[in-house]
């Protein structure tokens, strides 16, 4: 698997609905399309119910089964909940899918995905 492509188990999300009414867009291999990724989950790019590109930062699989990554990335969202400051992204909507926590952003610059 290259740096780009995501793992073969994040097929299973593509096209699908998420909490607040945001689906996750397919590249042409099925896969949803990435934005970014970090050590702990990927970025990936969704739309909203009403027509805007959204950010869905989703925990990895393999670290959603370690309790000290999950309880670190829900505590950021419940942090970053709490704060309010031009230079740092507001998250819109937390959820879970397929037994991975999520939050929702705005994209703020333009992707090449």
């Given at each position: 698997?290259s740096?780009?492509?995501?793992p073969?188990?994040?097929?299973?999300?593509?096209?699908?609905?998420?909490?607040?009414g945001?689906?996750?867009?397919?590249?042409?291999?099925g896969?949803?399309?990435?934005?970014?990724?970090?050590?702990?989950a990927?970025?990936l790019?969704?739309?909203s119910?009403s027509?805007?590109?959204?950010?869905?930062?989703?925990?990895?699989?393999?670290r959603?089964?370690?309790m000290?990554?999950?309880?670190?990335?829900?505590?950021?969202?419940?942090?970053?909940v709490?704060?309010?400051?031009?230079?740092?992204?507001?998250?819109?909507?937390?959820?879970?899918i397929?037994?991975?926590?999520?939050?929702?952003?705005?994209?703020?610059?333009?992707?090449?995905?």
């Amino acid at each position: 698997m290259s740096e780009t492509q995501l793992p073969e188990y994040m097929k299973e999300l593509s096209d699908k609905r998420l909490n607040g009414g945001y689906t996750l867009y397919s590249a042409a291999d099925g896969s949803p399309v990435r934005i970014d990724a970090g050590a702990s989950a990927y970025i990936l790019k969704a739309k909203s119910s009403s027509g805007f590109d959204k950010a869905v930062k989703i925990l990895r699989k393999e670290r959603a089964l370690e309790m000290s990554s999950h309880e670190k990335f829900l505590q950021e969202i419940k942090n970053l909940v709490l704060v309010s400051h031009p230079n740092i992204i507001k998250i819109e909507q937390t959820g879970s899918i397929k037994l991975r926590d999520h939050t929702t952003l705005p994209i703020l610059l333009p992707i090449k995905a």
